[in-house]
């Protein structure tokens, strides 16, 4: 009722297009509504509901300023732009107004009041208005808040209105949860704050329970449905892959290790998640699985974001596969058409082990005779984890996905809660400590001055300079994707800034405290085959230190570098200042990370503050997740978090685990949804996070 082409056009925007949604579009925020109050009491910054009579109307073009009394104190009622049509206001009439209330040269008024003239004839004497909350609806220029209030009103007027509970009976008997009906009336109409909280909480538990539900099906679909590769693991293969690396495992290695052997052995196929921080030792647990799927005669691939960390992969991999039978392949972007041909001939028949490459030319390009195991490298990337298509015979590959970036648990749990998860805590034993500074620009050249000394004794430093814009920092991209030129331009511009702040940086350092000493400068505009040599060349400590754009931050290696200095590190996301300061701290020595901020907000400090305190991962993530709000932290608009219409993920952390423990509960009691409580579940998920979480074919 009330909505009309226009009203539907402009709910659509929204995104509202039934009386559903409409229903389920609640307040983001609550205004107190003081109620009847006399004009005395009125109070700055509050909503009120005042009955007085007009004293005077005074209509000046384009605004209506209207003077009210109480009997007692007096007020103005006002009205910026057109005069509102059909007001009773005239002199004598008693009228009931409801407005936000300010004060205005010493005067309270109230600002565009909704106004009814007082009827003391009426039957029913007008009762007053009782103090309540008063929702505050997302909303648009087209279509206002309280336009959006009235619309669901009328919508919860109707008589015999049904609103099914997707929930069955005996989860809110369980937690004592109003039912789903009640709980939107409350969320739109509250009667008190403890209500609306019961309200908000059971709505909050229903989304994540039924996002956790979405995850455990397609979970069980891979798990129970689908066909895998089981692979065997003997000691003794085990023993002959332990003995190709030059150092024990450590407990966190072997940790993830038996997470990983248990699936490999399983009919079933692996889809686990590993996480660690840089440097924690994660590419010799994937290169141990490799090597158990080469052992049973399989093939196995290990995919790089980019070229570069492609290359890197593939070099360790030689080291420790020296002398060894394992056949291997680089796929490179910058090695010519013949060998590549050649490469996928030998795949395809099966005269290959193991692959490196980048995604793009592993997953567009080849076709595999029997492939065992993929790897994915994402590195800093959270990354939808995406289910790769393979051109490969007989069934699913096991499927092992890296990250180096620490995802909070709740996080985790509403975007791979379909995954299993390992993690590496510690890193690897025998490295330095790494001590964070925040300084100010002021004190670059003293900071400058003072490496130089270190660097002259032997160490290396990065020095990051991000473009600084009106547009954000945060987001460089690997650049494989630009030489295809399938760059977005926007990504393309901000790289060529990032370029020209990284040559300033460049010159200013070597007119100035780095005089004489060798710095190389790397950036997204480089060749693969430029920015190779120039690594090379750092890695061979040819050069004192790399000035660079943010593309170090996709996981060089050089464990000689000791000194990290993020230039306009406040442009910068926690984790991903976690992930560039990730690039020392890798070798014995002590390591250096400087944060320069040009920023001198309380705010800013506290944010960097984080990085001085901990050099842990899950902490940092944390607080950034805390900070920054998921959306940001992920970083990405397809980083396949479900939208949450009143569920936190920052501050209703035990009503997701507890969501995630009783769905997947249901799901083990009643694996196909088929008794009748639960036949709203899919329906409800599927209107909910459908589209997000491609649950369509799921059950
Ligand atoms: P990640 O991929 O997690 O960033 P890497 O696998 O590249 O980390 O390992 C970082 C460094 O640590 C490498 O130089 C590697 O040789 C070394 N390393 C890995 N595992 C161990 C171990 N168990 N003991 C000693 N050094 C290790
Ligand atoms: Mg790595």
Redesign the pocket.
């Known amino acids: 009722k009330g909505v009309g082409p226009r009203r539907a056009a402009a709910l659509a925007e929204l995104n509202i297009h039934t009386t559903r949604d409409l229903l389920h579009h609640f307040p983001f925020r609550y205004e107190q509504d003081a109620g009847e109050i006399p004009i005395a009491d009125l109070t700055p910054g509050q909503t009120a509901t005042i009955r007085a009579v007009v004293t005077r109307v005074s209509r000046r073009q384009p605004g209506l300023r209207c003077t009210v009394t109480d009997g007692d104190d007096t007020c103005h009622l006002r009205w910026f732009r057109q005069p509102p049509r059909r007001l009773p206001l005239f002199r004598g009439a008693t009228i009931v107004a409801t407005g936000k209330v300010q004060i205005y040269q010493d005067q309270p008024e109230l600002i565009q009041p909704k106004t009814e003239l007082f009827d003391p004839d009426a039957d029913a004497p007008a009762k007053p208005r009782n103090a309540q909350q008063v929702g505050i609806y997302p909303s648009s220029a087209r279509i206002k808040s309280p336009t959006i209030r009235q619309l669901i009103k009328n919508i919860l007027a109707t008589p015999n209105l049904a609103i099914p509970d997707p929930l069955p009976p005996e989860l809110l008997r369980c937690h004592k949860f109003p039912d789903h009906a009640a709980a939107v009336r409350q969320m739109h109409i509250p009667t008190s704050e403890t209500q609306l909280d019961h309200a908000r909480r059971r709505l909050a538990y229903e989304e994540f329970f039924l996002i956790e539900l979405a995850l455990g099906l397609r979970r069980r679909k891979y798990h129970a449905l689908q066909a895998g590769q089981q692979l065997r693991l003997t000691a003794e293969m085990d023993q002959r892959i332990r003995a190709r690396f030059p ?4 407990d966190a ?1 072997n940790d993830a290790l038996r997470d990983i052997a248990r699936d490999l052995t399983s009919p079933h196929s692996m889809t686990r998640l590993l996480q ?1 921080d ?7 647990v994937a290169l141990y699985a490799a090597l158990v799927a080469i052992a049973n005669h399989r093939q196995a691939a290990i995919m790089a974001p980019t070229d570069i960390l492609a290359r890197q992969h593939f070099n360790n991999i030689q080291t420790y596969l020296a002398n060894s039978r394992v056949r291997t392949c680089l796929l490179s972007g910058q090695s010519p058409r013949s060998t590549r041909s050649a490469d996928h001939a030998a795949i395809r028949a099966g005269q290959i082990d193991l692959v490196v490459g980048t995604q793009a030319l592993i997953q567009q390009a080849v076709t595999f005779k029997h492939l065992g195991l993929v790897v994915v490298d994402e590195q800093h990337k959270f990354g939808v984890i995406q289910r790769h298509q393979f051109r490969t015979k007989g069934p699913a590959p096991h499927y092992l996905v890296m990250t ?1 970036t620490p995802i909070p648990r709740t996080l985790a749990m509403a975007v791979f809660g379909d995954l299993d998860v390992s993690i590496i805590k510690s890193p ?2 025998g490295r330095g400590r790494i001590t964070t500074r925040i300084v100010t620009p002021a004190r670059w050249s003293t900071v400058m001055t003072y490496v130089r000394r270190r660097l002259l004794a032997g160490e290396q430093a990065y020095v990051v300079c991000p473009q600084i814009g009106p547009e954000d920092a945060a987001d460089n991209q690997p650049t494989d994707n630009q030489r295809a030129g399938n760059q977005p331009a926007d990504t393309a511009t901000k790289s060529r800034r990032q370029l020209i702040a990284a040559r300033q940086t460049c010159r200013r350092l070597q007119v100035g405290p780095w005089k004489d000493l060798n710095v190389g400068l790397l950036h997204g505009s480089l060749t693969s085959a430029e920015k190779e040599q120039t690594i090379a060349d750092f890695r061979a400590n040819k050069l004192h230190a790399l000035v660079a754009t943010t593309v170090v931050e996709v996981g060089v ?1 050089v ?1 000689n570098a000791t000194i990290i200095i993020i230039d306009n590190a406040d442009h910068f996301g926690l984790s991903q200042l976690h992930q560039l300061r990730g690039r020392v701290g ?1 070798g014995p020595t002590n390591s250096l990370c400087v944060l320069v901020s040009r920023s001198s907000s309380a705010a800013a400090a506290e944010r960097l503050g984080v990085m001085a305190q901990t050099t842990d991962g899950f902490r940092i993530a944390e607080a950034d997740l805390r900070q920054r709000g998921p959306g940001e932290l992920l970083g990405t608009r397809q980083h396949g978090l479900p939208e949450l219409r009143v569920g936190d993920l920052v501050n209703d952390f035990a009503l997701l685990d507890q969501a995630r423990a009783d769905a997947f509960d249901l799901i083990a009691r009643d694996p196909n949804l088929a008794h009748a409580e639960h036949q709203h579940l899919l329906p409800a998920a599927r209107a909910m996070f459908g589209h997000q979480l491609a649950l369509i074919d799921a059950g």
Do not use: I, M
């Open positions: 150092f024990a495992l450590t290695q660690g840089v440097g924690s030792g994660k590419t010799v180096a690897p034993p290696d464990p890798r």
